[in-house]
């Protein structure tokens, strides 16, 4: 596979995963990573469902209390119809009792935001905002938005 393909592919898988319209963002070494390899390599492997690595993902991300992250994947999760409102919650009690509390009540608190900020804009019919998702992630990690670059 090429290196345009593989981009290509990363980038494809990425907004599968997350419900995004990403991007190609040239000349960022960290990106450039994050598609290839990650997106174009690992999380296009069919050997675990999504669900699977979204739940493992989302137990990474707890464990190192990293609830901006959480934030995003508990919102795709929901999104891509992978793990219900309820079934994170318990995943949120699980986790506690490996965790502890300070981490597991914030990916409890994080669940309960995206669900409501979730139910408020179905209540006043707004769609995803995926332009905003896509610029916070990218802010996360460049600490600039699409428009800043």
Request: glycine share 8%.
């Amino acid at each position: 596979m090429s290196n345009d393909e593989l981009r290509q592919k990363g980038l494809a898988k990425m907004n599968e995963v997350y419900g995004w319209e990403m991007p190609d963002i040239k000349g960022d070494p960290y990106f450039d990573l994050t598609v290839d390899h990650l997106f174009g390599t690992i999380w296009s492997d069919s050997s675990l469902s999504m669900r699977e690595k979204r739940i493992m993902t989302l137990a990474c991300v707890t464990a190192v209390g990293r609830q901006d992250l959480a934030e995003i994947q508990v919102n795709a999760a929901m999104l891509n119809g992978e793990l219900e409102a309820g079934e994170l919650k318990e995943i949120a009690v699980f986790l506690t009792q490996y965790l502890g509390f300070p981490l597991g009540s914030g990916l409890n608190g994080t669940v309960d935001k995206v669900v409501n900020k979730r139910r408020k804009a179905a209540e006043t019919g707004k769609a995803e905002d995926r332009k905003a998702n896509v610029n916070a992630a990218v802010k996360m990690s460049s600490g600039r938005t699409l428009d800043e670059r």
